[in-house]
Structures are given as structure tokens and as C-alpha cells.
């Protein structure tokens, strides 16, 4: 559905954006992080065609940007930071006016009936925008975006000044807007971008650094493969038959946290999940596991590591 060959943008001797490609695939919901000033922002403009790349070449749904723009263009709803909403006008002369801005030739009652019924704002239609709550005014956005019914969105901070109420809505419409469309995201809200998003890719000094699903970046960027245990036994006894289990490259006790039990911290061998055996064989002493959790790393201490090691010249960073 996307594809980024080489995107570069210079502004002057600054290099915003260093060379990156990546492809995204019809139906993804892309997460796309970066700290201020990494060339997020940068890259979203050149993929909505408002800015023209130094060099490089983004293809949206079959189209080139710098040789088809209005084609490719036509194939992109767009939803930057702050909307652009027209606040004198009532929900339905805006939409109507961006229905006739994108020379939009499908059924227009229909149509935009229906992207009312998905956005859930039937119910303000006639009302003046800036009479409108913060959340609907977002969902007048995300309409308008929705207009032409087009493959692609691009939401840049969807979720920026909403409550905890408003963010849940607005997450969930983006995940049935996920179903129809290839979305790509944009976010500080960590775990947003990781309740809602099947890939992310993270960029620093305008390269890109990290290009996986939440989950692969959790497995790559822990440390050490760590497991807390609780067990209901004996301390020695249980030390000593935990340190036997297959793949256990060291165990080390953290102390009695509650009474007749013992806390373990495992340390597992590369590729190695002991989970199953160790529950086996405790089982089978009859000791109890009371407790076992992972140590793996949040996406927003993986994400502060990505952004404070130093940056090398390559394209997509780690990429699992």
C-alpha cells in the first residue's frame, strides 16, 4: 500500500530525514514515534505530499507522489495535529464544503451520512464547530479525513488534549477504522500506540531506528531474559531444584516476601522458556508457584533507549 525508497529532506546543511525506507502493507495500523524533532513530522508531510522530498520516493497505493500527486494525494485522508475545522460553520456545511474541496464523486447524502454513523457525530450535525468539546471536534476531523473514502490515513496526534473518556473512544474508532484502512499514527502516548497498533516504527536524527511489532521489540530489547518466581517451599530445596531445570543459566533468591515462600529472579538461557518444566517439576513436589511474572522492558523504556544510543547510517534500524 506504501512504499519509502530513500526518502531524504534537507533543509539547507540540516539533514531532516536520512535516507529511510520502509513499506507498509493494506490493513496495517502503523504506530510512527519519534522524540521532537527527529523528522516525524517531516517524513508525514512529504508522505501527504506537502512537502516535496530533496531526494527518494514514496509510492501511496500504486501512486508516485512526485509524478502522480493528485492521484496519490486523492488516495490519502489526512488528520494533522490541530484540524483544519472552519469554526463558524455547523458540522454539516464543513463537511460538505471539504465533500466539494476533494471533488468527491460518491453519493454525497450517503456518504457522508455514513461517515457521521462511523465517527459518531450524528448527533452535533447541525451544530456550530466551535460549540463542539474538544473529542468531537477530533471526530469532525477524522471526517473529513474519511471523505473519498480513501485507502490510506494518516492521523498526526489524533488524541492531543482529549480525556481519558475521549481517548478511549477515539482509540477504539481507530481500530475500526483499521479494519477498512491502512492507518498510520502518530503519537507521545505510548501506551496508545501500543493497545492500538500492529507495527511501529521509530525514528531519531531522521533515521529510522526500530521498525517491529510491539512485541518483537519487547523480546529484542530486554536485556536478559529474566523471570520472577514465587514459590511456596523451602527455600534450599527450591533453589536447588529450580537450578536443575533445563535452559536456567543462574537463579538468584530475592528473599521471603510472604510467609513459607521464596522469591527467585531466573535467569534463562538464549532462546530458552522454562516456564513449562519448571511448573512441571514444582508440581511435582507440590510446591505451589504462587507468582511468576517476566522482566521485560516497557515500550517506553525501550523507546528511551532507542532514542539515547548513538544513531549509525543504516535503513530500518532493527527490523524483526
Same mark, same amino acid.
Given at each position: 500500500m506504501i512504499q519509502v525508497k530513500n526518502l531524504t529532506k534537507n533543509y539547507g546543511s540540516h539533514v531532516a530525514v536520512d535516507d529511510i525506507s520502509f513499506s507498509i502493507a493494506e490493513g496495517e495500523i502503523i504506530g510512527f514515534l519519534g522524540p521532537n524533532g527527529a523528522g516525524k513530522s517531516t517524513t508525514m508531510n512529504m508522505?501527504?505530499?506537502?512537502?516535496?522530498?530533496?531526494?527518494? &520516493?514514496?509510492?501511496?497505493?500504486?501512486?508516485?507522489?512526485?509524478?502522480?500527486?493528485?492521484?496519490?494525494?486523492?488516495?490519502?485522508?489526512?488528520?494533522? &495535529?490541530?484540524?483544519?475545522?472552519?469554526?463558524?460553520m455547523t458540522v454539516r456545511e464543513y463537511l460538505n464544503f471539504m465533500y466539494d474541496l476533494k471533488? !468527491? $464523486?460518491?453519493?454525497?447524502?450517503?456518504?457522508?451520512?455514513?461517515? !457521521?454513523?462511523?465517527? $459518531?457525530?450524528?448527533?452535533v450535525y447541525e451544530r456550530l464547530i466551535k460549540n463542539l468539546s474538544k473529542g468531537y471536534r477530533q471526530r469532525v476531523g477524522i471526517a473529513q479525513a474519511l471523505i473519498g473514502n480513501p485507502p490510506v490515513l494518516i492521523l498526526d496526534e489524533p488524541t492531543v488534549g482529549l480525556d481519558p473518556m475521549q481517548i478511549i473512544e477515539i482509540r477504539t474508532l481507530i481500530k475500526t477504522l483499521g479494519r477498512h484502512h491502512t492507518v498510520i499514527l502518530s503519537s507521545h502516548i505510548l501506551p496508545e500506540v501500543e493497545a492500538v497498533c500492529d507495527r511501529l516504527i521509530i525514528i531519531n536524527h531522521g533515521q529510522i531506528v526500530a521498525d517491529a511489532t510491539p512485541k518483537q521489540l519487547s523480546e529484542e530489547y530486554s536485556a536478559s531474559r529474566h523471570l520472577t518466581v514465587r514459590v511456596a517451599g523451602g527455600e534450599q530445596a527450591v533453589v536447588e531444584l529450580v537450578s536443575?531445570?533445563?535452559?536456567?543459566?543462574?537463579?538468584?533468591?530475592?528473599? &521471603?516476601k510472604e510467609p513459607g515462600s521464596v522469591d527467585l529472579l531466573i535467569e534463562q538461557a538464549d532462546d530458552a522458556d522454562v516456564r513449562a518444566?519448571?511448573?512441571?517439576?514444582?508440581?511435582?513436589?507440590?510446591?505451589?508457584?504462587?507468582?511468576?511474572?517476566?522482566?521485560?522492558?516497557?515500550?517506553?523504556e525501550i523507546f528511551m533507549s532507542l532514542i539515547h544510543q548513538p544513531t549509525t547510517k543504516k535503513n530500518g534500524g532493527v527490523s524483526v
Open positions: 508522505l501527504t505530499g506537502y512537502l516535496s522530498a530533496t531526494a527518494g &520516493e514514496i509510492v501511496i497505493d500504486g501512486h508516485d507522489v512526485l509524478n502522480e500527486p493528485n492521484e496519490a494525494k486523492a488516495s490519502i485522508g489526512y488528520l494533522p &495535529e490541530l484540524p483544519p475545522l472552519y469554526m463558524d471533488k !468527491c $464523486k460518491l453519493p454525497r447524502a450517503k456518504h457522508i451520512a455514513e461517515i !457521521c454513523r462511523i465517527v $459518531k457525530i450524528e448527533g536443575k531445570v533445563p535452559g536456567v543459566k543462574k537463579v538468584s533468591v530475592l528473599g &521471603e518444566e519448571l511448573f512441571a517439576r514444582l508440581a511435582a513436589r507440590n510446591w505451589p508457584i504462587l507468582s511468576l511474572r517476566s522482566s521485560e522492558r516497557t515500550l517506553e
